[in-house]
């Protein structure tokens, strides 16, 4: 019986060895990445063929990547972030016409995505169950599942950000200043591919800065690696862009009517100047507002939509504060209305209740319990300025997700308040959350063990 006793014990020691292992968790995170793939390759190849829905923005941005991959941009082309055109352009060129190889790839692009956030949620408490947790909601998370079936930008920026995300924490992380500087130099890299897809990420570049400037020498020099990599990525994309306009432009031309549009009162905008693209509308403004404007430029012209939209705030100055209910529609916080209303999400009425639902959980379940948990270990901090900052193994990785999930913030109230520029950034709050939701279970456990010890006690006495 000790033989057997003592077995045991060193089988159980061998065990919680195994699981600290890094084996361990790129086995799980490997797991988690088939735990995907399946409902978002059935979504994608069979239940929702990407072909059958091609209108809006998804038709422009086939259209655009055909283009790419059969003739030089023009000006019209930079209307649209060039990313994402890029990428229908590689597999056009693989398989002209296959929507099919779109929907694959998305689905493994999907697939990754949720086993980076088990990755990235690992970094935050060191604890795989918070890791399984936040890879499997990732994993299952609805619409992360849905935007695979549709020619759109979420999927693929979903897994951008994700890769920088881990690749930005490794830089941050690595003891050698050479390896922090290479992975710092390669989450650049990918943080320029998600600009281009999603100009809106520029909004977060002022926080990599200040982190070059301001942080310790660790945080500093992967930092500045990072930025000086994004910026060599950005800077051939932004120069192509101005030379085909004939003025100074960053990587695409359509910030400005999307922020004359979020802080106007106008159901659309149209363009009496012609072009390619001649009305505009958001979600926002539809369900909102019933006049249709019209202004004398072409959409290409940033400045005056940007000047546009500053008018209507000066003139308006309550504007500011209602942009806020963009944002909270953003959040999923907005009335449940009738279809085609109702979806900021594009397709078939067949999935409205599931995308309500997680639309409408996403605060209370993740945001919220997320923020809870971040303002609970301020407060736990606030007597420890002089601490170590290194103590806290997951600050680091807290401070980077918060940070993007601001600029996500600041985009929902300076452009578009629609759940979609939310939606990829989802899989980084649903990770602050499993770390929050662990914590609070954490405290539960500790709390009834000490009741039932109280308990046990007065029993005895």
Do not use: K
């Amino acid at each position: 019986m000790r033989r057997l006793l003592a077995w045991l014990g060193g089988a159980r020691a061998r065990a919680a060895t195994a699981l600290r292992s890094p084996r361990a968790l790129t086995a799980l995170a490997a797991l988690i990445g088939l735990v995907a793939l399946a409902p978002r390759w059935s979504f994608a190849v069979e239940e929702h063929p990407l072909r059958l829905y091609l209108f809006g923005d998804m038709a422009l941005y086939l259209g655009r990547g055909v283009a790419l991959a059969e003739r030089a941009r023009t000006a019209w082309d930079t209307f649209t972030p060039p990313g994402y055109p890029a990428l229908l352009a590689v597999l056009h060129a693989a398989a002209p016409g296959d929507l099919a190889l779109v929907g694959a790839c998305q689905a493994a692009l999907g697939a990754l995505t949720a086993a980076l956030t088990a990755l990235f949620a690992y970094r935050l408490d060191r604890s795989l169950a918070v890791a399984a947790l936040a890879g499997l909601a990732t994993a299952l998370y609805f619409p992360l599942i849905f935007y695979t079936g549709f020619v759109l930008t979420e999927t693929t920026f979903a897994f951008l950000l994700l890769l920088f995300a881990w690749l930005e924490l490794r830089a941050l992380e690595h003891g050698r200043e050479r390896g922090r500087a290479a992975l710092g130099l390669a989450a650049g890299g990918v943080l320029g591919l998600a600009v281009l897809v999603r100009p809106g990420l520029l909004a977060f570049l002022p926080c990599v800065a200040l982190c070059a400037l301001r942080g310790a020498g660790r945080d500093r020099r992967a930092a500045g690696a990072t930025l000086l990599a994004c910026a060599l990525v950005i800077a051939p994309v932004s120069a192509h862009t101005s030379w085909l306009l004939g003025r100074p432009a960053l990587v695409a031309t359509n910030g400005g009517v999307n922020f004359f549009l979020a802080h106007s009162e106008c159901r659309s905008v149209r363009s009496s100047a012609g072009g390619e693209v001649v009305e505009v509308s958001t979600h926002y403004n539809r369900t909102h507002f019933e006049r249709r404007c019209e202004l004398p430029r072409p959409f290409l012209d940033e400045g005056a939509y940007y000047r546009a939209g500053l008018a209507e705030i000066a003139e308006h100055p309550g504007r500011l504060l209602r942009a806020w209910r963009g944002v909270a529609e953003g959040l999923g916080l907005a009335p449940r209305r009738a279809w085609p209303n109702q979806p900021f999400w594009p397709g078939s009425v067949e999935h409205a209740a599931q995308i309500d639902a997680s639309s409408r959980l996403f605060a209370p379940l993740v945001l919220l319990p997320a923020l809870a948990h971040a303002l609970a270990r301020a407060w736990a901090r606030r007597g420890s300025r002089g601490a170590d900052p290194g103590a806290d193994e997951g600050a680091r990785a807290r401070s980077l997700a918060w940070a993007i999930l601001a600029s996500v913030g600041v985009m929902l109230y300076a452009y578009n308040g629609n759940p979609r520029v939310r939606v990829s950034s989802d899989p980084l709050a649903l990770a602050l959350a499993a770390s929050a939701w662990a914590a609070g279970a954490r405290r539960l456990g500790a709390r009834l063990r000490r009741w039932r010890g109280a308990g046990e006690g007065a029993a005895r006495y």
